[in-house]
């Protein structure tokens, strides 16, 4: 195993604003970051330990939440850095090649799509827009006498059984009324976006530990905004949030066009590089 790899944060075009933001850039090891360019392209990365990122050692430290956490950290403040001084194509989460010559590589074969994605991205920025269920105050139903089978005979057990019944029938009906006027809102809510971006991203909506507890998540949108109508669009969304009681709209950004990259099945294959991360 050779000591170090290197990492790649995202791909951009290459210039002198890029070449004075990098230096200052500290990548997910702490290392310095550089640039490397060829094509009229230039790859930001960084080394890392073959330690931690050959494929074996890297498929451990994937289930290590707070390892994760801070190399994801990291690598987006560097894609942010970098975007603040033009396009950049964020490259996933430890994607990494043996040397720079593959990273080369990377950059002339992948140079048809990498540059007219780069010059389509330039000047926007993309906002995340998240539809929540407004919170309620939950209805339990009336449940049947303690100890009591339902089917027990007996003075009032037929009542208690009734008003059971009617009790979830109401909650059920209740609870399809609010996802009816959560699918409304978001119809709302995604127009009065649309009308301001150049393009959208509907992404699975979070469940369980990401949705972090709170209230159900119906909608998981990103859009790309040119950055001259970043004022109109949160102004829009906003207004909209504001006449949909039956939801929570909660916005995010501006960031680094991540979800606009489009480059899972167009970065190719690492010419002798270790590994492509999650």
Request: net charge negative.
């Given at each position: ?82 975007a603040a001084a033009g396009p950049v194509l964020p490259l996933r989460l430890a994607t990494v090649y043996r040397d720079e010559d593959a990273v080369r590589a990377l950059l002339a074969d992948g140079r048809a799509v990498f540059a007219p994605r780069l010059d389509k991205l330039a000047g926007q920025v993309e906002w995340g827009v998240k539809v929540h269920l ?145």
């Amino acid at each position: 195993m050779s000591g170090e790899l290197v990492y790649v944060y995202g791909v951009a075009a290459a210039g002198p604003g890029l070449v004075e933001t990098v230096p200052a850039l500290r990548g997910v090891g702490g290392e310095g970051v550089r640039v490397v360019e060829d094509s009229g392209l230039a790859a930001v990365v960084g080394p890392v330990a073959a330690a931690d990122f050959e494929q074996a050692p890297l498929a451990a430290h994937l289930e290590d939440l707070a390892w994760l956490e801070a190399v994801a950290r990291a690598h987006h403040e560097v894609v942010d850095a970098v975007a603040a001084a033009g396009p950049v194509l964020p490259l996933r989460l430890a994607t990494v090649y043996r040397d720079e010559d593959a990273v080369r590589a990377l950059l002339a074969d992948g140079r048809a799509v990498f540059a007219p994605r780069l010059d389509k991205l330039a000047g926007q920025v993309e906002w995340g827009v998240k539809v929540h269920l407004a919170p309620t105050t939950p209805t339990t139903p009336a449940a049947p006498p303690a100890g009591e089978p339902a089917r027990a005979a007996g003075p009032g057990t037929a009542g208690a059984g009734r008003a059971y019944l009617r009790a979830r029938g109401h909650e059920r009906r209740s609870r399809e009324g609010a996802y009816r006027e959560a699918a409304a809102a978001v119809a709302e809510v995604r127009a009065a976006a649309a009308a301001y971006a150049t393009e959208q991203v509907r992404h699975r909506v979070q469940q369980g530990a990401l949705a972090g507890g709170g209230p159900e998540n119906v909608a998981n949108d990103a859009f790309l905004v040119p950055s001259d109508s970043c004022a109109a669009f949160l102004t829009a969304v906003r207004r909209a949030a504001e006449s949909l009681p039956a939801v929570r709209v909660e916005i995010t950004g501006p960031w680094a066009p991540y979800s606009f990259a489009a480059l899972d099945d167009a970065v190719p294959a690492p010419g002798g590089g270790a590994a492509a991360g999650p």
